[in-house]
Protein backbone atom coordinates (compact mmCIF):
# COMPACT_ATOMS: atom_id res chain seq x y z
CA UNK A 1 0.00 0.00 0.00
CA UNK A 2 1.22 3.63 -0.45
CA UNK A 3 2.13 5.80 2.13
CA UNK A 4 -0.68 8.06 3.80
CA UNK A 5 -0.14 11.78 2.94
CA UNK A 6 -0.78 14.13 5.91
CA UNK A 7 -0.67 17.85 5.13
CA UNK A 8 1.23 20.11 7.46
CA UNK A 9 -0.95 23.28 7.50
CA UNK A 10 2.00 24.97 9.42
CA UNK A 11 3.11 27.07 6.39
CA UNK A 12 -0.31 28.07 5.21
CA UNK A 13 -0.55 29.58 9.07
CA UNK A 14 2.53 31.43 8.52
CA UNK A 15 1.13 32.86 5.77
CA UNK A 16 -1.84 34.11 6.93
CA UNK A 17 -0.34 35.69 10.19
CA UNK A 18 1.39 38.11 8.06
CA UNK A 19 -1.80 40.22 8.75
CA UNK A 20 -4.61 40.07 11.42
CA UNK A 21 -7.13 38.64 8.72
CA UNK A 22 -8.84 35.22 8.40
CA UNK A 23 -7.45 34.25 4.93
CA UNK A 24 -5.86 32.09 3.92
CA UNK A 25 -8.30 29.69 5.78
CA UNK A 26 -6.95 26.90 7.30
CA UNK A 27 -10.08 24.96 7.84
CA UNK A 28 -11.12 25.58 3.99
CA UNK A 29 -7.48 24.34 2.77
CA UNK A 30 -7.56 21.32 4.68
CA UNK A 31 -10.76 20.72 3.68
CA UNK A 32 -9.87 21.16 0.11
CA UNK A 33 -6.94 18.52 0.77
CA UNK A 34 -9.13 16.20 2.54
CA UNK A 35 -11.22 15.92 -0.36
CA UNK A 36 -8.93 15.78 -2.25
CA UNK A 37 -7.29 12.60 -1.18
CA UNK A 38 -5.00 13.86 1.66
CA UNK A 39 -5.52 11.06 4.76
CA UNK A 40 -4.95 13.71 7.14
CA UNK A 41 -4.01 16.73 8.50
CA UNK A 42 -0.82 17.66 10.31
CA UNK A 43 -0.03 20.56 12.67
CA UNK A 44 3.17 22.17 14.86
CA UNK A 45 1.23 24.44 17.97
CA UNK A 46 4.45 26.20 18.96
CA UNK A 47 4.06 28.08 21.89
CA UNK A 48 4.78 31.32 20.40
CA UNK A 49 1.79 30.39 17.96
CA UNK A 50 3.84 32.19 15.10
CA UNK A 51 2.37 29.01 12.62
CA UNK A 52 -0.57 27.49 13.78
CA UNK A 53 -2.60 29.23 16.89
CA UNK A 54 -4.18 27.30 19.90
CA UNK A 55 -7.26 28.67 18.46
CA UNK A 56 -6.81 26.85 15.21
CA UNK A 57 -7.15 23.11 16.86
CA UNK A 58 -10.56 22.68 17.54
CA UNK A 59 -11.83 24.40 14.58
CA UNK A 60 -9.61 21.97 12.68
CA UNK A 61 -10.72 19.09 14.93
CA UNK A 62 -14.26 19.23 14.48
CA UNK A 63 -13.81 19.72 10.27
CA UNK A 64 -12.60 15.76 10.99
CA UNK A 65 -14.85 15.17 13.03
CA UNK A 66 -17.95 16.57 10.91
CA UNK A 67 -16.99 16.05 7.60
CA UNK A 68 -14.05 13.59 7.15
CA UNK A 69 -14.23 10.65 10.14
CA UNK A 70 -12.23 8.60 8.59
CA UNK A 71 -9.19 10.89 8.43
CA UNK A 72 -6.53 11.36 11.08
CA UNK A 73 -5.57 14.73 12.95
CA UNK A 74 -2.11 14.96 13.83
CA UNK A 75 -0.54 17.34 15.83
CA UNK A 76 3.63 17.66 16.67
CA UNK A 77 5.14 19.07 19.28
CA UNK A 78 8.04 19.22 22.27
CA UNK A 79 6.79 16.97 25.10
CA UNK A 80 6.25 19.98 27.83
CA UNK A 81 3.68 19.74 29.99
CA UNK A 82 1.50 22.66 28.29
CA UNK A 83 1.41 20.63 25.02
CA UNK A 84 0.49 17.42 27.13
CA UNK A 85 -2.01 19.15 28.20
CA UNK A 86 -3.02 20.66 24.94
CA UNK A 87 -3.44 17.65 23.15
CA UNK A 88 -5.64 15.61 25.49
CA UNK A 89 -7.51 18.44 25.38
CA UNK A 90 -7.99 18.40 21.74
CA UNK A 91 -7.58 14.58 21.49
CA UNK A 92 -5.85 13.95 17.95
CA UNK A 93 -5.84 10.65 16.47
CA UNK A 94 -1.80 10.67 16.60
CA UNK A 95 0.80 12.84 18.46
CA UNK A 96 4.49 13.25 16.97
CA UNK A 97 6.72 14.18 19.63
CA UNK A 98 10.11 16.35 18.46
CA UNK A 99 12.72 17.46 20.68
CA UNK A 100 12.74 20.89 19.45
CA UNK A 101 13.79 23.81 21.58
CA UNK A 102 11.31 26.42 21.07
CA UNK A 103 13.23 28.77 19.87
CA UNK A 104 13.87 26.49 16.22
CA UNK A 105 12.83 27.45 13.12
CA UNK A 106 11.45 24.52 12.45
CA UNK A 107 11.98 21.03 13.16
CA UNK A 108 15.83 19.75 12.22
CA UNK A 109 16.48 16.89 14.48
CA UNK A 110 15.81 13.35 15.85
CA UNK A 111 16.17 12.14 19.47
CA UNK A 112 18.41 10.86 21.21
CA UNK A 113 16.84 8.31 22.65
CA UNK A 114 20.07 7.18 24.63
CA UNK A 115 19.76 10.20 26.51
CA UNK A 116 15.93 10.50 26.61
CA UNK A 117 14.32 7.32 26.55
CA UNK A 118 13.60 7.97 30.77
CA UNK A 119 12.11 10.76 29.42
CA UNK A 120 9.98 9.39 26.90
CA UNK A 121 8.96 6.94 28.43
CA UNK A 122 6.19 7.90 30.80
CA UNK A 123 5.09 10.64 28.14
CA UNK A 124 4.55 8.22 25.93
CA UNK A 125 2.88 6.03 28.52
CA UNK A 126 0.24 9.36 29.57
CA UNK A 127 -0.82 9.55 25.97
CA UNK A 128 -1.12 6.31 24.95
CA UNK A 129 -3.71 5.68 27.95
CA UNK A 130 -5.44 9.23 26.45
CA UNK A 131 -6.16 7.06 23.60
CA UNK A 132 -3.47 8.78 20.94
CA UNK A 133 -1.01 6.72 18.54
CA UNK A 134 2.35 8.00 19.34
CA UNK A 135 4.83 8.74 16.82
CA UNK A 136 8.91 9.76 17.69
CA UNK A 137 10.89 12.12 15.62
CA UNK A 138 14.13 9.61 14.25
CA UNK A 139 17.13 10.53 12.63
CA UNK A 140 18.20 8.04 9.57
CA UNK A 141 21.30 5.82 10.02
CA UNK A 142 20.17 4.30 13.67
CA UNK A 143 20.73 0.72 13.70
CA UNK A 144 18.57 -1.74 15.86
CA UNK A 145 20.14 -0.73 18.94
CA UNK A 146 18.97 2.96 18.63
CA UNK A 147 15.22 1.68 17.47
CA UNK A 148 15.26 -0.60 19.95
CA UNK A 149 15.67 2.13 22.99
CA UNK A 150 12.83 3.71 20.49
CA UNK A 151 11.00 0.93 20.73
CA UNK A 152 11.65 0.52 24.71
CA UNK A 153 9.66 3.88 25.56
CA UNK A 154 6.37 2.17 23.90
CA UNK A 155 5.67 4.63 21.37
CA UNK A 156 3.73 3.07 18.35
CA UNK A 157 5.75 5.04 15.25
CA UNK A 158 8.92 6.89 14.53
CA UNK A 159 9.07 9.39 11.94
CA UNK A 160 12.11 9.74 10.02
CA UNK A 161 13.61 13.06 9.91
CA UNK A 162 14.09 13.42 6.65
CA UNK A 163 15.58 17.06 6.26
CA UNK A 164 19.19 16.19 5.00
CA UNK A 165 17.72 14.08 2.07
CA UNK A 166 15.55 16.67 0.64
CA UNK A 167 19.06 18.96 0.86
CA UNK A 168 20.14 16.50 -1.49
CA UNK A 169 17.64 17.52 -4.24
CA UNK A 170 21.10 18.87 -6.61
CA UNK A 171 23.39 15.61 -5.93
CA UNK A 172 21.65 12.26 -7.10
CA UNK A 173 24.59 10.05 -5.32
CA UNK A 174 24.39 12.08 -1.65
CA UNK A 175 20.30 11.25 -2.53
CA UNK A 176 21.23 7.56 -3.06
CA UNK A 177 23.31 7.66 -0.01
CA UNK A 178 20.35 9.35 2.49
CA UNK A 179 17.38 6.96 1.13
CA UNK A 180 20.10 4.10 2.30
CA UNK A 181 20.45 5.62 5.61
CA UNK A 182 16.92 6.50 6.39
CA UNK A 183 15.77 2.41 5.10
CA UNK A 184 18.25 0.92 7.23
CA UNK A 185 16.68 2.93 10.10
CA UNK A 186 13.28 2.05 8.72
CA UNK A 187 14.10 -1.51 8.49
CA UNK A 188 15.14 -1.74 12.12
CA UNK A 189 12.18 -0.01 13.10
CA UNK A 190 9.74 -3.00 11.21
CA UNK A 191 11.58 -5.63 12.85
CA UNK A 192 11.35 -4.47 16.08
CA UNK A 193 7.01 -3.85 15.02
CA UNK A 194 7.29 0.26 15.01
CA UNK A 195 5.54 1.57 12.18
CA UNK A 196 7.68 3.95 9.49
CA UNK A 197 6.17 8.37 9.00
CA UNK A 198 8.77 10.51 7.05
CA UNK A 199 8.69 14.22 6.92
CA UNK A 200 10.57 16.66 6.49
CA UNK A 201 11.50 18.28 2.52
CA UNK A 202 9.97 15.87 0.87
CA UNK A 203 8.50 16.85 -2.53
CA UNK A 204 7.09 15.31 -5.63
CA UNK A 205 10.23 14.79 -7.14
CA UNK A 206 11.85 12.99 -4.24
CA UNK A 207 9.48 10.88 -2.48
CA UNK A 208 8.80 7.87 -4.95
CA UNK A 209 12.13 6.75 -4.69
CA UNK A 210 12.28 6.99 -1.00
CA UNK A 211 9.03 4.78 -0.98
CA UNK A 212 10.23 2.35 -3.74
CA UNK A 213 13.57 2.25 -0.49
CA UNK A 214 11.02 1.83 2.40
CA UNK A 215 8.23 -0.46 1.36
CA UNK A 216 7.12 -0.48 5.11
CA UNK A 217 6.09 3.93 4.61
CA UNK A 218 3.19 4.09 6.99
CA UNK A 219 2.08 7.86 6.51
CA UNK A 220 4.24 11.05 5.16
CA UNK A 221 3.54 14.29 6.66
CA UNK A 222 4.52 17.52 4.20
CA UNK A 223 4.05 20.96 4.45
CA UNK A 224 6.60 23.42 2.61
CA UNK A 225 6.84 21.26 0.01
CA UNK A 226 3.23 21.03 -0.69
CA UNK A 227 2.53 25.05 -0.24
CA UNK A 228 5.46 25.87 -2.74
CA UNK A 229 3.88 23.27 -5.12
CA UNK A 230 0.19 24.45 -4.74
CA UNK A 231 1.52 28.24 -5.31
CA UNK A 232 1.94 27.26 -8.70
CA UNK A 233 -0.75 24.14 -8.92
CA UNK A 234 -3.43 24.82 -6.39
CA UNK A 235 -4.01 23.08 -3.14
CA UNK A 236 -6.57 20.24 -4.75
CA UNK A 237 -3.92 19.18 -7.63
CA UNK A 238 -0.89 19.55 -5.72
CA UNK A 239 -2.69 17.25 -2.60
CA UNK A 240 -3.37 14.51 -5.93
CA UNK A 241 0.13 15.27 -7.36
CA UNK A 242 1.75 14.32 -3.79
CA UNK A 243 -0.68 11.43 -3.41
CA UNK A 244 0.93 9.88 -6.35
CA UNK A 245 4.40 10.52 -5.53
CA UNK A 246 3.72 8.70 -2.46
CA UNK A 247 3.92 5.85 -4.90
CA UNK A 248 7.16 3.75 -5.29
CA UNK A 249 8.93 4.67 -8.36
Not at 117 to 139: E, I, N, T, W
Not at 186 to 201: E, F, I, M, P, T
Amino acid sequence: MPAQLSVNLNAVAMLRNRRDLPWPNLVHLGRIALRSGAHGLTVHPRPDQRHVRFSDLPDLRALIDDEFPEAEFNIEGYPSEPFIELVERIEPDQVTLVPDDPSQATSDHGWDFWENHDFLKPVVARLKRAGMRVSLFADAGLDEKGMRLASETGTDRIELYTGPYGATHDDPAAAEAEIERLGITADAAAGLGLGVNAGHDLTVENLPPLAARIANLAEVSIGHGLTADALEFGMAKSVRRFVEACRPA
